[in-house]
C-alpha cells in the first residue's frame, strides 16, 4: 500500500507535517502490503493496529453523549480508515469536525482507497477522487480542518 494523493481543507501539508504523529502516519501507511489480499476491514484493522502498536489510541470519544468513536487518535490528530461504504465518510467528517470544535484535535485524517481500486473490491466504497470533489463543496461553509488521504496497492 501507498499514499498516492493528498487533498489538505483549511489546513496546509507543510502544517500537517510540523507534526510528527502527521508524519507517522504516513509511514504507516506506505507499506509492505498488498491492498487486493485483504477485505477493507481487515486492512484497516491491520493498519489500526500497526499505529495502536506505536502508541496511538484507539476508538476516542467523538461526542459526549454517543457511543461514536473516532478510530485512532495521537497528538492532536483524530483518524478514520474509510474503507466502507461512502455514506459514512460524511459521519466522519462530522465527528472529526466536532473534536477540533471541541479543542481535543488540530486536525482529522480520513484515508480513502483510490478510485480504481475501489472498483476492483467493491461497488458503495468511498473513493478519494469522489469524496474530495464533493467535501469542495462542504468546505464552502465547514471550516474544519481535514485532509483526505489516498492510497493504493503501490
Known amino acids: 500500500m501507498k499514499v498516492t494523493n493528498q487533498k489538505y481543507f483549511n489546513i496546509t501539508e507543510n502544517q500537517c507535517k510540523k507534526n510528527k504523529r502527521y508524519i507517522e502516519l504516513l509511514s504507516v501507511l506506505n507499506n509492505k502490503y498488498q491492498v487486493k489480499e485483504f477485505y477493507p476491514t481487515e486492512m484497516k484493522n491491520i493498519l489500526v493496529d500497526d499505529l495502536s502498536n506505536m502508541g496511538w489510541v ?18 492532536k490528530i483524530g483518524v478514520q480508515i474509510q474503507f466502507g461504504n461512502k455514506a459514512w465518510v460524511m459521519y466522519d467528517i462530522l465527528k472529526l469536525s466536532n473534536l477540533q470544535n471541541n479543542d481535543e484535535i488540530e486536525f482529522g485524517v480520513i484515508v480513502l482507497y483510490e478510485k480504481e481500486l475501489q472498483k476492483y473490491l467493491m461497488s458503495g466504497l468511498g473513493n478519494f477522487a469522489n469524496i474530495t470533489i464533493e467535501h ?12 483526505f488521504l489516498e492510497v493504493n496497492d503501490g
Open 58 to 75: 484507539k476508538n476516542k470519544k467523538a461526542f459526549k453523549n454517543s457511543n461514536a468513536k473516532v478510530q485512532i487518535y495521537s497528538e
Open 136 to 147: 469542495e463543496e462542504y468546505s464552502k461553509f465547514l471550516k474544519s480542518k481535514i485532509v
